[in-house]
């Protein structure tokens, strides 16, 4: 049996630092373990062996918050571009590319949209999302690249020139309680599933990836930590629109793409006057 007498606040302290910077131990891990050594003390107590509680201050360690979701750079997003560009199915492929970048939607929502969805004008446009996350409605603006991108894919099938004031004028008008053709088709006719789309993706992803010039843990969500990325940097601090546009029910969730990235504070630190030495 140990000796009762061991259990001393500095002893349980040290016992917490071991755990804290052990392998492999996660923050729940060692918080787990140390409310279970505050109660076997606190039985301790109330049983007489031991006459005060040693883990009474013995807190639990912190929680780091979460970095920011780590998006595409300038470089990597016009490499993802221009490998779209050259595919097998090039107008679909751009089109669905810049869409998910330009409006920073999920691919679910995106896989669900009708051409009278969208409201698409030579100057401006935009984008009902109908089923969101949690059956949540929202509308998000269409920029000139993404209009420019729809306009190319979708002018074969309205039957005229790929141009924006051609595709405008040809769009499907909102049609209240009616439902069309699927804006994104699939080769037997069919809505392209977001299955189809993330495989569309990953493969290339892949393709540019294989050259070193885009990370191979892309994924279509990396678009959509992008558009937030790159939306903070031009408008810093603006959460509230940021979560309008990206359909979030809370700020919290938000919040994370106001955080630094791993690759931003290595660099902050790299700057720090204290380093002497330069890569």
Same mark, same amino acid.
């Given at each position: #049996?140990?000796?009762?007498?061991?259990?001393?606040?500095?002893?349980?302290?040290?016992?917490?630092?071991?755990?804290?910077? $052990?392998?492999? &131990?996660?923050?729940?891990?060692?918080?787990?373990r140390?409310? $279970?050594?505050?109660?076997?003390?606190?039985?301790?107590?109330?049983?007489?062996?031991?006459?005060?509680?040693?883990?009474?201050?013995?807190?639990?360690?912190?929680?780091?918050?979460?970095?920011?979701?780590?998006?595409?750079?300038?470089?990597?997003?016009?490499?993802?571009?221009?490998?779209?560009?050259?595919?097998?199915?090039?107008?679909?492929?751009?089109?669905?590319?810049?869409?998910?970048?330009?409006?920073? #939607?999920?691919?679910?929502?995106? !896989?669900?949209?009708?051409?009278?969805?969208?409201?698409?004008? %030579?100057?401006?446009?935009?984008?009902?999302?109908?089923?969101?996350?949690?059956?949540?409605?929202?509308?998000?603006?269409?920029?000139?690249?993404?209009?420019?991108?729809?306009?190319?894919?979708?002018a074969?099938?309205?039957? /005229?020139?790929?141009?924006?004031? !051609?595709?405008? &004028?040809?769009?499907?008008?909102?049609?209240?309680? /009616?439902?069309?053709?699927?804006?994104?088709?699939?080769?037997?006719?069919? *809505? =392209?599933? !977001?299955?189809?789309?993330?495989?569309?993706?990953?493969?290339?992803? *892949?393709?540019?990836?294989?050259?070193? =010039? /885009?990370?191979?843990?892309?994924?279509?969500?990396?678009?959509?930590?992008?558009?937030?990325?790159?939306?903070? &940097?031009?408008?810093?601090?603006d959460?509230?629109?940021?979560?309008? =546009?990206?359909?979030?029910?809370? =700020?919290?969730?938000t919040?994370?793409?106001?955080?630094?990235?791993? %690759?931003?504070?290595?660099?902050?630190?790299d *700057?720090?006057?204290?380093?002497?030495?330069? %890569?």
């Open positions: #049996m140990p000796d009762l007498s061991d259990l001393t606040p500095i002893a349980l302290l040290g016992y917490r630092n071991d755990l804290q910077h $052990g392998r492999a &131990k996660s923050t729940s891990t060692v918080n787990t140390l409310a $279970g050594l505050r109660s076997f003390c606190g039985w301790l107590v109330e049983q007489g062996p031991l006459p005060a509680d040693p883990a009474s201050r013995l807190r639990s360690i912190g929680r780091q918050g979460p970095l920011a979701p780590k998006g595409l750079t300038d470089k990597q997003v016009n490499a993802l571009l221009r490998e779209a560009s050259r595919s097998r199915h090039l107008a679909r492929d751009y089109a669905l590319v810049q869409v998910l970048l330009q409006t920073g #939607m999920r691919i679910g929502e995106c !896989a669900a949209l009708d051409y009278e969805d969208i409201s698409f004008g %030579e100057r401006g446009g935009s984008v009902d999302i109908r089923a969101g996350k949690g059956n949540k409605a929202r509308s998000v603006p269409l920029n000139a690249s993404a209009r420019q991108a729809l306009a190319e894919y979708a074969p099938t309205l039957g /005229v020139g790929q141009t924006v004031p !051609a595709v405008a &004028k040809s769009w499907p008008k909102r049609r209240s309680g /009616v439902r069309g053709t699927p804006l994104w088709g699939s080769q037997k006719g069919g *809505r =392209l599933s !977001a299955q189809a789309m993330r495989r569309v993706i990953d493969c290339l992803v *892949r393709d540019c990836s294989a050259r070193g =010039l /885009v990370p191979p843990d892309a994924s279509a969500h990396t678009l959509r930590h992008t558009f937030a990325m790159f939306y903070l &940097k031009d408008n810093p601090g959460l509230v629109g940021l979560a309008t =546009l990206l359909g979030h029910s809370s =700020l919290d969730t919040r994370i793409y106001g955080q630094p990235t791993a %690759e931003m504070l290595a660099s902050r630190v *700057r720090l006057s204290l380093n002497a030495y330069t %890569e």
